[in-house]
């Protein structure tokens, strides 16, 4: 089990790298890629709806291969995708790079899922899921202010080289370490294949009522993280790449903990949607108030985006009270398009966020009323979410 849980943890912490890293270099890809803030968002959007439209067919094979064979062998185009994004020399290069590394992290936290969601009984499923996610945020940290330094000290290219040889480590370990549990159907199962077990999924009629929340939760949070926390500080407070770093990894670290709180939360509380609703509410929030007094100073302006750092980090939560209601044999389905729609709506915010700033840019809007409008926007979507899941049954009847 910790052999598997190591191995699982260093691919998942690269996984998340991947999605936050280009906040802290964005200032190094404007210079030397010419990319400006619709593209930078463009590019955080090829990735993670790459990596969202891959959950179909990962959910597919998780359920007939297994988390060994999917999640090694996918996480090769993670490498490829690295390296070739250290080497890029514009948008098309930068944005097929991102597509692979894309591909090849959509299989890393779901193979973990259904991995610990087969060996484990499903009231265990929060706590795997809440160590998965709370150590592999660990990977935030690495692209923050590490990277920072990095990328001052050896650039950008030859640090984005060495997190793909990482890359290439986690791959064989995967490989090394995990076995695949037993595959299983159940009696004349017609749900098989990729569009039947989706229409199976969404049949169950409590998914409809979480899915909206799983779409929204965590889009802004990431967007924050991975976009927008960088150039606010720097265009808003006046953060030079060294401080920029330091926001990032302060937030990096409030998120992991964050994901490491709601696990124990969900079992004090009886149950993960008595664990959602504060963190969503409480999301929400913190969004409107970083809008309203988040140019007010450096100080507030960083202590806001660290308590929403926290809060926001209920997605295992949230996965786990999905998972009260799938079947074993739709587990790799039901577990994958849930991350999917997680995912997806992630990048869907990515690329409506970078839309929006660059409007505001295009109209000569100063830089707080840029960022009061892009927090408004992830506040409200948030709190309209939450308002369809409360009428989500907390567990299945029976």
Not at 126 to 151: K, R, Y
């Amino acid at each position: 089990m910790a052999a598997a849980l190591t191995a699982l943890v260093s691919a998942y912490v690269l996984s998340q790298f991947y999605r936050a890293f280009l906040a802290v270099i964005a200032a190094d890809l404007t210079r030397d890629l010419g990319l400006g803030p619709k593209e930078l968002g463009d590019l955080s959007a090829v990735w993670f709806i790459t990596f969202a439209l891959m959950q179909f067919p990962v959910g597919v094979w998780l359920d007939r291969f297994g988390p060994r064979r999917t999640t090694a062998g996918l996480f090769l185009f993670a490498v490829v995708g690295a390296g070739w994004f250290a080497l890029a020399t514009g948008f098309a290069d930068a944005a097929a790079a991102m597509a692979l590394i894309g591909i090849g992290c959509a299989p890393v936290l779901m193979g973990s899922l259904y991995y610990f969601g087969r060996i484990s009984s499903p009231d265990r499923f929060g706590f795997f899921a809440a160590l998965m996610i709370g150590l592999g945020s660990l990977g935030n940290l690495l692209g923050a202010t590490p990277l920072a330094w990095a990328a001052a000290n050896f650039g950008w290219r030859a640090s984005m080289g060495a997190i793909a040889a990482a890359t290439a480590l986690a791959a064989a370990a995967v490989w090394l370490v995990i076995r695949d549990p037993e595959r299983v159907t159940a009696e004349g199962d017609r749900n098989s294949g990729f569009l039947p077990g989706l229409v199976a999924v969404f049949r169950i009629p409590a998914i409809l009522l979480i899915a909206p929340l799983i779409f929204l939760n965590y889009a802004g949070v990431a967007a924050v993280r991975s976009l927008w926390i960088a150039p606010f500080f720097g265009e808003v407070h006046g953060f030079d790449a060294v401080q920029k770093g330091n926001a990032a990894m302060l937030m990096a670290a409030a998120m992991s903990v964050g994901a490491f709180v709601y696990g124990p939360l969900e079992r004090v509380l009886g149950g993960p949607k008595a664990a959602v609703l504060p963190g969503a509410a409480g999301g929400a929030i913190l969004m409107a108030l970083i809008a309203l007094y988040g140019a007010s100073d450096a100080t507030t302006a960083l202590v806001l985006h660290g308590v929403l750092g926290c809060v926001g980090m209920c997605y295992g939560a949230l996965m786990a009270h999905a998972r009260l209601f799938f079947p074993t044999h739709l587990l790799g389905r039901g577990v994958s398009t849930i991350n999917f729609l997680s995912i997806g709506g992630a990048g869907v915010m990515q690329w409506v966020s970078g839309r929006l700033v660059e409007a505001s840019i295009a109209a000569g809007r100063p830089p707080v009323e840029t960022y009061a409008e892009l927090y408004r926007l992830f506040a409200a979507t948030l709190a309209a979410a939450l308002a369809i899941y409360l009428f989500a049954p907390a567990r299945p009847r029976g």
